[in-house]
Nanobody, 131 residues
Framework: QVQLVESGGDSVQVGGSLRLSCAYS????????MAWFRQAPGKEREGVAG???????TYADFVQGRFTIFKANAGDILYLQMNRLKPEDTAMYYC?????????????????????????WGQGTQVTVSS
């Protein structure tokens, strides 16, 4: 059974940076589709960024070049580097994965960032940005 564990969330000031990590286990394929989502209080969960084992990345419009999604070269860890953070980035951030990878949509191209496009989820890590 695949498990995802996020970490790295914290409280930072506007303009600061954070790196979120998602350690995963139990995944037996070399091919993957993974993503970060977020959910702010009172709002729906939304996609932030997606990546696949072909190194294709997709970002939500609101990222505006501030975030980078990438997987560690060694080890089963997915990262989200977040720079120039804004108060509206305050949310619980979730890691998500597609298992098995044959269910990936948009592999090698634009990744859909819908909730139904991923079927394995972590518990989340809180990011708070204050002015």
């Amino acid at each position: 059974q695949v498990q995802l564990v996020e970490s790295g969330g914290d409280s930072v000031q506007v303009g600061g940076s954070l790196r979120l990590s998602c350690a995963y286990s139990g995944y037996t394929y070399s091919t993957y589709c993974m993503a970060w989502f977020r959910q702010a209080p009172g709002k729906e969960r939304e996609g932030v960024a997606g990546v696949d084992s072909d190194d294709k990345t997709t970002y939500a419009d609101f990222v505006q070049g501030r975030f980078t999604i990438f997987k560690a070269n060694a080890g089963d860890i997915l990262y989200l580097q977040m720079n120039r953070l804004k108060p509206e980035d305050t949310a619980m951030y979730y890691c998500a994965m597609v298992d098995p990878p044959r269910l990936c949509r948009g592999y090698g191209g634009t990744h859909p960032l819908g909730l139904n496009d991923y079927n394995v989820w972590g518990q989340g890590t809180q990011v708070t940005v204050s002015s």
